[in-house]
């Protein structure tokens, strides 16, 4: 389909409700295609459709491959997601994203969630999830709803500067990004 280009801090629909998807089928998989394409190209772990300036309620997350790890490769698309249930237990894991170039920061989030939403042709679906889909998903539906991870960065201490490899010693490696 399209690679599309990613908006960055400062788009004004980065921080405006999204809203609702009422129309299912060719044109919101079209938009889902477009999605995928865009993060896999920008090397991202996920992504909204307010992130490529679409401002619709539709996340897609794909999980990297490694077979010791829970949810391995595979590749999540939800239409009007919603947290249904959170876990009380909370953890503070390193966060970045596509639409914050260069920056990661320290995040608390619920260990596992419910999210429930539909498919691009409007079936109802329901995932629990752990660990880092869990993560992903709360970074992803905050984005529909306006937030960026550097809102849920605490204080100014946990959140850092990547380093790009060329700029010489003290680097840091690259985080996930959604």
């Known amino acids: 389909m399209a690679v599309r280009e990613i908006v960055t801090v400062g788009a004004p629909v980065l921080r405006q409700k999204a809203k609702k998807v009422t129309s299912f089928g060719e044109t919101t998989e079209k938009l889902v295609q477009d999605m995928l394409d865009s993060m896999r190209a920008a090397n991202g772990l996920g992504l909204a459709a307010p992130q ?103 204080s100014s201490e946990k959140l850092h500067r990547i380093v790009p490899p060329e700029e010489g010693e003290g680097k840091r490696d690259a985080a996930l990004t959604w």
């Open 52 to 154: 490529i300036g679409v401002p619709l309620r539709v996340i897609v997350v794909e999980m990297p491959e490694n077979d010791e790890k829970p949810h391995s490769g595979e590749r999540y698309v939800l239409c009007n997601p919603k947290i249904v249930r959170a876990s009380k237990d909370l953890e503070e894991g390193e966060e970045g994203c596509l639409s914050v170039p260069g920056m990661i920061g320290e995040v608390v989030r619920a260990t596992a969630v419910t999210v429930k939403g539909a498919t691009p042709r409007g079936k109802r679906v329901r995932h629990k999830a752990r660990g880092l889909l869990a993560r992903a998903f709360q970074h992803e539906i905050d984005h529909l709803n306006g937030v960026l991870f550097l809102d849920r960065v605490e």
